[in-house]
């Protein structure tokens, strides 16, 4: 094949790149870590904003049809590639739009007749912190740097409402992440329903280790339980989530209340309710990559786990169910590159097994890790299930999605 003729090898190299991003939503590239974070970024432009990516797909194919690629049988080559990408991409964002009926229907399976919320302005929250963070750093705890919250409420929502509170835990490998960056569609969601959200810092690894990031979670919760009212919070009804090490830190405080307590041991740590998504369960395990345990000996833990499992055991929340555990939702997407999926259905099949509380579990076709931390077609579903979820098991606000 020819690449003299003008636009052939423009168009080989974009037809290249399309079946490669298309293919990645499809399988992630790697399951290694560091490179899975870079794989995983890849994939999510195939898997979260599918329909842009096939639109600028379809643009630069467009350029080298003008350019002439359409005369030589290597552009054809590229043109068919970039085609076969757009459809796969298309095929994705359909999967994508269905996660509505799984979603629905876990659900229901739990709850029985739950309907998802009306669909609410996800883009608003592109300025959600600067809208709603009516109070930002806050201190929760001795430490001056780490251990501060932002309270995010409605500007019309009064002072004694009562709303039910979500506490937001946010992710980054127990080492990097600020309440700043994470789940801002779901807060500005909730926050529009007439919920109270708290955004947490904690105390990250490698410099700070286990358990003090559990220890920071823990006195976010008792910090709630003491102020939040004067918020507009109601400090019995307080629900726990977080996205990746947020789940897992999310999950193991709602497991373990009264436990990582160490002088604040009758402050009550009990939460109403905890969301989690795509996170760790089992921290024993292998994730896929065969990394885990390097990366938990690197990141945070105060020992590797060939030397001491103890530690790697106590603070899995796979190993910390009871039947008292309170109800949880469990999210994962099956594209995940970072965390396996297997994580969630096992320690779903753990919760059902011990807990009397409804476990709702649902996975997202092809998501990626970390796909709600952007306003997409997807996350809005998401995110209404949730409200879903939190408002049959802790109740209502009173909101209007406003």
Same mark, same amino acid.
């Given at each position: 094949?020819?690449?003299?003729?003008?636009?052939?090898?423009?168009?080989? !190299?974009?037809?290249?790149?399309?079946? &490669?991003?298309?293919?990645?939503?499809?399988?992630?590239? #790697?399951?290694?870590?560091?490179?899975? !974070?870079?794989?995983?970024?890849?994939?999510?432009?195939? #898997?979260?904003?599918?329909?842009? #990516? %096939?639109?600028?797909?379809?643009?630069?194919?467009?350029?080298?049809?003008?350019?002439?690629?359409?005369?030589?049988?290597?552009?054809?080559?590229?043109?068919? +590639?970039?085609?076969?990408?757009?459809?796969?991409?298309?095929?994705?964002?359909?999967?994508?739009?269905?996660?509505?009926?799984?979603?629905?229907? +876990?659900?229901?399976?739990?709850?029985?007749?739950?309907? &998802?919320?009306?669909?609410?302005?996800?883009?608003?929250? &592109?300025?959600?912190?600067?809208?709603?963070?009516?109070?930002?750093? &806050?201190?929760?705890?001795?430490?001056?740097?780490?251990?501060?919250?932002?309270?995010? /409420?409605?500007?019309?929502?009064?002072?004694?409402?009562?709303?039910?509170?979500?506490?937001?835990?946010?992710?980054?490998?127990?080492?990097?992440?600020?309440?700043?960056?994470?789940?801002?569609?779901?807060?500005?969601?909730?926050?529009?329903?007439?919920?109270?959200?708290?955004? !947490?810092?904690?105390?990250?690894?490698?410099?700070?280790?286990?358990?003090?990031?559990?220890?920071?979670?823990?006195?976010?919760?008792?910090?709630?339980?003491?102020?939040?009212?004067?918020?507009?919070?109601?400090?019995?009804?307080?629900?726990?989530?977080?996205?990746?090490?947020?789940?897992?830190?999310?999950?193991?405080?709602?497991?373990?209340?009264?436990?990582?307590?160490?002088?604040?041991?009758?402050?009550?740590?009990?939460?109403?309710? %905890?969301?989690?998504?795509?996170?760790?369960?089992?921290?024993?395990?292998?994730?896929?990559?065969?990394?885990?345990?390097?990366?938990?000996?690197?990141?945070?833990?105060?020992?590797?786990?060939?030397?001491?499992?103890?530690?790697?055991?106590?603070?899995?929340?796979?190993?910390?169910?009871?039947?008292?555990?309170?109800?949880?939702?469990?999210?994962?997407?099956?594209?995940?590159?970072?965390?396996?999926?297997?994580?969630?259905? %096992?320690?779903?099949?753990?919760?059902?097994?011990?807990?009397?509380?409804?476990?709702?579990?649902?996975?997202?076709?092809?998501?990626?890790?970390?796909?709600?931390?952007?306003?997409?077609?997807?996350?809005? !579903?998401?995110? /209404?299930?949730?409200?879903?979820?939190?408002?049959?098991?802790?109740?209502?606000?009173?909101?209007?999605?406003?």
């Amino acid at each position: 094949m020819s690449l003299r003729e003008p636009g052939a090898r423009s168009s080989l !190299v974009v037809g290249t790149l399309a079946l &490669l991003v298309a293919g990645s939503g499809l399988r992630p590239l #790697t399951r290694r870590w560091p490179a899975a !974070v870079l794989g995983s970024l890849l994939s999510s432009t195939a #898997t979260e904003t599918p329909r842009a #990516t %096939a639109l600028l797909v379809g643009a630069a194919a467009g350029v080298t049809v003008r350019r002439g690629a359409a005369r030589s049988p290597a552009g054809r080559v590229g043109l068919a +590639a970039a085609a076969t990408g757009i459809g796969v991409l298309v095929v994705l964002d359909q999967g994508a739009r269905r996660d509505v009926e799984g979603l629905a229907d +876990a659900l229901r399976a739990e709850l029985g007749p739950v309907e &998802l919320p009306a669909r609410g302005r996800v883009l608003g929250s &592109l300025l959600a912190r600067q809208r709603y963070a009516s109070a930002r750093d &806050l201190a929760y705890g001795p430490d001056p740097v780490a251990n501060l919250l932002d309270v995010w /409420r409605h500007p019309s929502l009064p002072d004694d409402a009562r709303a039910p509170v979500l506490l937001q835990i946010h992710g980054g490998a127990w080492s990097s992440g600020s309440k700043a960056a994470d789940a801002h569609p779901l807060m500005a969601h909730m926050v529009r329903r007439g919920w109270v959200c708290v955004s !947490v810092d904690y105390r990250l690894g490698p410099a700070e280790r286990w358990p003090a990031q559990i220890v920071d979670v823990k006195r976010a919760i008792a910090w709630a339980r003491e102020n939040i009212a004067r918020h507009g919070g109601d400090p019995a009804r307080i629900a726990i989530t977080g996205g990746s090490s947020g789940a897992h830190l999310a999950a193991l405080a709602a497991l373990t209340p009264g436990a990582w307590q160490p002088d604040f041991g009758d402050a009550d740590t009990t939460v109403a309710a %905890a969301v989690c998504l795509y996170g760790i369960y089992d921290l024993t395990t292998d994730d896929g990559s065969g990394t885990l345990d390097e990366l938990l000996a690197e990141t945070m833990m105060p020992n590797a786990l060939g030397e001491d499992a103890h530690p790697y055991v106590a603070a899995s929340p796979s190993a910390r169910v009871h039947p008292g555990a309170p109800p949880f939702m469990v999210l994962h997407g099956t594209g995940d590159a970072i965390v396996v999926p297997a994580q969630s259905r %096992a320690f779903v099949a753990r919760l059902r097994a011990v807990s009397r509380a409804p476990v709702v579990h649902a996975e997202l076709a092809h998501a990626q890790h970390g796909f709600d931390l952007v306003p997409t077609a997807r996350t809005l !579903v998401t995110v /209404r299930a949730i409200a879903a979820f939190l408002e049959a098991v802790v109740g209502l606000a009173g909101g209007d999605d406003r």
